[in-house]
Nanobody, 125 residues
């Protein structure tokens, strides 16, 4: 069992930055690949970014490419999502997820085994 807990959300003006953190506990963190998803009110949960266990492979949704960066630190069992140049359309609850398919970068929710409770990100115009 792996527990993931997100933090770092908040209210920011358009053009600003936030860094989300995802702390994982349980089995060896490096045995998992990690992903970030988001869900806005009335919309389906959508993929944002993913990273495999070694950190060698990352993948981003087109909507965030060039603005968001996913990274991981196995020493502290934490994955980060650095979000720059934020836009009002980035407003959503952001979720962190872990998959036992550690070598992959998955973009679909069904591939992930463990989910956090989410953290709210609100971008004002």
């Amino acid at each position: 069992q792996v527990h993931v807990v997100e933090s770092g959300g908040g209210l920011v003006q358009a053009g600003g930055s936030l860094r989300l953190s995802c702390a994982a506990s349980g089995r060896t963190f490096s045995s998992y690949a990690m992903g970030w998803f988001r869900q806005a009110p009335g919309k389906e949960r959508e993929f944002v970014a993913a990273i495999n266990w070694s950190g060698g492979d990352t993948y981003y949704a087109d909507s965030v490419k060039g603005r968001f960066t996913i990274s991981g630190d196995n020493a502290v069992n934490t994955v980060y999502l650095q979000m720059n140049s934020l836009r009002p359309e980035d407003t959503a609850v952001y979720f962190c997820a872990a998959t036992r398919l550690s070598w992959t970068v998955l973009t679909t929710t069904g591939g992930y085994d463990y989910w956090g409770q989410g953290t709210q990100v609100t971008v004002s115009s």
